[in-house]
């Protein structure tokens, strides 16, 4: 009986993870449109996984193509045109975004303030 | 007699399905069909109690058994094949006077025949029956001890009677069981415990596998008995002395009897090898059973048995020696026989010690005086055989590298009977199905277990090789544990998310302006596919690009973008005054130029408005909206308008999405620093571009401090 119980309070701490890990993995899989309009509740992890990679991938991809466009536009538009501008804004947009990633990866609960600044 | 010949016979007997015409027919044949008939009238004897329903299953039994026979694959050659097809033929011939001709099928029949013509057309030589009526004499006395014993022993519920039909449904088991190590799950098995079945009642299995033989004897016996009286004789008194010994010394002995007889057949027909083999097998079963239930002496005899039938000469247990001596008698007057048991003896050996054997076997006689000092070591080897068929009956691969090496060894030694292969490999094979059989019945639920945890070992694989390539392809992902892992890679997720859609808008604005007012439907369906994955982003960037063009009545009352958010409300209030499209420009260019001073004059205001900042960064505007088209609405161009349009929109929809986002989440701390990042983010690109445009430099002079300022304070507010 020990043994069991131990055991079984080993599992109910991998249970917390695993738990946390599903809910992980549902919320990434609302993430995934080619999942998330299955709409079938079932899904493993390794296929939401498989799905999260291939997504990511095409995202890679779709950025390297629109920045391969935006970089066209930039060079054909006048540098001076509203375009360009706009451009370059989305750009930085862009580069913000991705800076914007790492410090939400390495600054969290900084922006405390400001969400309840109303008050 | 030609096998074309036998199979016509064959056929036309299994056509008739009359017992009648076959017995008529053997006779005629050869003594090898007299050796059958005699089989069958024993059963038939015995069949007079016996029900035919209980026989008609085992008939199918036996057709089953055959196919999977080849299945099996035992037979690599064809020749073994035959064999065990021969011995299934016995069944047959065993089976068919029990069961009525309607009941065999057809097909099944013809299947049969081949079978059938192998055992039979090698016109048996006398020897062969000479061979199997001591044998069977002895059965004969051994099948009525071995009935007594079986009847007490195995099933109470069976009376006498019902022990005959037994023994004859036993016959045919017997030749089933010989052929069968291909198949231990028979349905017939219940009545006769296979000993291929291994049913884990060592016990059992020893007492039927006992019985059968006794029976098969016991019936070849009745029919044979005219024959060898002299061998009769000697078999009785073996079954006398057996009575006395252990119930399992008994049916080893039968059991090596009617390996005897199968071997003895063996030279004669490929098909009687293989059921000799089948019965050799039987032995082993036996001799594993008697393992378990008799003492060592037992083994050591059978296995001397075995190996050397003609030998035996030291036997432990004298009843045992009668037998032998018996056997060894009768063999030794038949020169073909004498050849048979020794290439068997050396099938047997020769999985476990091939050298001795090859040296026995040349020399029968050297192999009888061997035979001593090898039954004792025989023991062993019998035993290690049995462990090596169970470890081949796992692997095939395994077991035909065995059977190519005793290939190889019977090439050496090259003995006479091709059967010899296809002894030792369905002697191997049996091994391997007795204890696998027994194996697999304690081992059920173990397997299960296994396999489940193969299924669930591969599934963690697979994920984990997922998180692999999942970590691969986030940048700066060092995470050790997999929720961190998902942790970022929804991160990441969002951002890439993010980023495409932002990048589309800028794609999607950047189009030339010509297009836009006509190509607002063009540029949906154009830019639907490419966005239709992002859901959410999608909507936001349709709705920049018709922004663009159309102004921001579409991004209100557009359905694509606005529904989705939770901005729409922000927007309403902006945008509330409907604007006409491309007339609203103007104004448009106001309200963004707004947007350039709002941080500075928005905020503040916004502060109060909406308790959440993506809101209130919002809502800020509109006010601006408000204050600065007075100021400095006219300044604006189209085109710095529609920038600034565009400028102020990826914020907005930066801000809805993080809102967005953030209700999902439920992070609202991510969110506002994201906020307050793009917000940041967005004035310094504006200020920027403006600065090369030099529009509003001084407006934007402003702003900018007036920025810093805000978000300062506000920073210091909270």
């Avoid at chain 1, 390297?64 to 066209?72: F, I, K, V, W």
């Avoid at chain 2, 000469?313 to 037998?323: A, E, G, L, R, Y």
């Avoid at chain 2, 090898?374 to 023991?379: P, Q």
Wanted: glycine content about 8%; some cysteine.
């Amino acid at each position: 009986m020990s043994s069991r119980r131990s055991r079984s309070r080993q599992s109910g701490v991998s249970r917390i993870t695993e738990d946390q890990i599903a809910d992980l993995v549902s919320k990434l899989q609302q993430l995934i449109p080619e999942i998330r309009n299955r709409r079938s509740d079932k899904v493993s992890a390794s296929k939401v996984l498989q799905e999260t990679c291939n997504y990511i991938r095409n995202l890679h991809r779709e950025v390297d193509d629109l920045s391969d466009r935006l970089s066209q536009l930039l060079e054909t538009t006048d540098s001076e045109s509203a375009q360009a501008a706009i451009i370059r804004e989305l750009t930085n947009v862009n580069l913000e975004l991705r800076c914007l990633y790492f410090l939400d990866c390495y600054s969290l609960g900084f922006g405390q303030y400001i969400i309840y600044s109303p008050t | 007699m030609p096998l074309s010949e036998f199979l016509r016979m064959a056929r036309g007997n299994l056509d008739s399905g009359e017992q009648n015409k076959r017995q008529n027919e053997l006779p005629s044949r050869a003594e090898n069909d007299l050796v059958e008939l005699v089989w069958e009238n024993g059963q038939i004897v015995m069949q007079g109690q016996s029900s035919r329903g209980t026989k008609g299953p085992s008939i199918r039994n036996l057709q089953s058994q055959v196919p999977r026979i080849r299945d099996s694959g035992i037979g690599n050659s064809t020749t073994s094949r035959i064999g065990k097809f021969g011995g299934v033929e016995s069944i047959l011939n065993d089976i068919s006077p029990i069961v009525p001709s309607g009941e065999l099928d057809v097909s099944q029949d013809d299947e049969m025949v081949p079978w059938l013509n192998y055992p039979v057309d090698d016109g048996m030589p006398q020897d062969y029956c000479s061979e199997l009526l001591p044998e069977i004499s002895g059965v004969t006395a051994n099948g009525m001890s071995a009935q007594s014993s079986y009847a007490t022993n195995k099933r109470s519920s069976f009376d006498q009677p019902e022990s005959n039909l037994h023994n004859g449904r036993n016959a045919s088991k017997v030749s089933s069981s010989r052929s069968r190590p291909s198949c231990p799950w028979l349905p017939q098995q219940d009545q006769t415990s296979d000993p291929s079945l291994g049913s884990g009642v060592s016990d059992i299995i020893s007492n039927n596998t006992s019985n059968i033989p006794d029976a098969i004897f016991g019936n070849s016996a009745r029919g044979q008995a005219i024959g060898n009286d002299s061998n009769t004789v000697k078999m009785e008194r073996r079954n006398i002395e057996i009575p006395s010994s252990s119930s399992n010394l008994l049916n080893f002995s039968h059991f090596s009897r009617p390996a005897a007889l199968i071997r003895a057949n063996l030279p004669n027909t490929d098909g009687m090898p293989i059921s000799g083999s089948s019965g050799v097998k039987g032995m082993e079963a036996n001799e594993k059973g008697s393992a378990a239930n008799s003492s060592n002496p037992v083994k050591s005899t059978l296995i001397k048995r075995l190996n050397s039938t003609e030998k035996d000469i030291d036997i432990h247990f004298p009843s045992t020696m009668v037998c032998n001596k018996l056997d060894s008698r009768s063999p030794v007057s038949k020169p073909p026989k004498e050849s048979v048991p020794a290439e068997q003896t050396e099938g047997l050996h020769r999985e476990t010690y091939v050298k001795n054997h090859k040296s026995l076997i040349p020399s029968k006689d050297p192999n009888a005086s061997n035979g001593v000092p090898d039954s004792e070591r025989t023991v062993e080897p019998v035993v290690a055989s049995s462990s090596v068929g169970s470890g081949n009956s796992a692997d095939r691969a395994s077991y035909d590298q065995i059977h190519n090496c005793k290939r190889k060894f019977r090439e050496n030694e090259e003995s006479d009977c091709p059967s010899d292969d296809i002894e030792t490999e369905s002697i191997s094979v049996s091994v391997k199905k007795a204890t696998s059989a027994r194996e697999g019945t304690g081992s059920k639920r173990s397997r299960a277990a296994e396999v489940h945890n193969l299924s669930e070992r591969r599934r963690r694989d697979r994920i984990n090789e997922k998180m692999r390539a999942l970590q691969e392809l986030i940048p700066n992902c060092n995470k050790a544990d997999k929720a961190s892992m998902l942790d970022e890679a929804i991160e990441y997720l969002k951002t890439l998310q993010l980023q495409v859609q932002i990048m589309s808008m800028g794609a999607g604005l950047c189009m030339p302006p010509m297009m836009f007012p006509p190509g607002m439907q063009h540029i949906h369906p154009a830019h639907m596919p490419h966005f239709s994955p992002m859901g959410v982003g999608m909507g936001m960037g349709m709705g920049m690009g018709m922004g663009f063009g159309m102004g921001m009545l579409d991004m209100n009352g557009g359905t694509p973008g606005c529904p989705i958010f939770p901005v729409p409300p922000m927007q309403g209030s902006h945008f509330t005054s409907p604007m006409p499209g491309p007339t609203n420009f103007p104004r448009m260019a106001g309200s963004n130029r707004q947007i350039f001073g709002h941080p500075s004059h928005g905020f503040p205001v916004s502060v109060p408005q909406a308790p959440l900042v993506p809101l209130a960064g919002r809502p800020p505007v509109s006010s601006a909206v408000g204050l600065n088209t007075s100021m400095s609405g006219n300044r604006m161009d189209v085109p710095n308008t529609s920038l600034t349009t565009n400028s102020e929109d990826p914020i907005r929809n930066k801000n809805s999405q993080l809102m967005h986002s953030a209700e999902t989440s439920s992070s609202m701390n991510h969110t506002s620093n994201r906020l307050q990042a793009t917000n940041k983010v967005l004035h310094q690109p504006a200020e920027v571009q403006e600065n090369k445009l030099g529009t509003d430099v001084s407006a934007i002079a402003d702003a900018t401090p007036t920025n810093a300022t805000d978000i300062s304070t506000k920073a210091g507010c909270n």
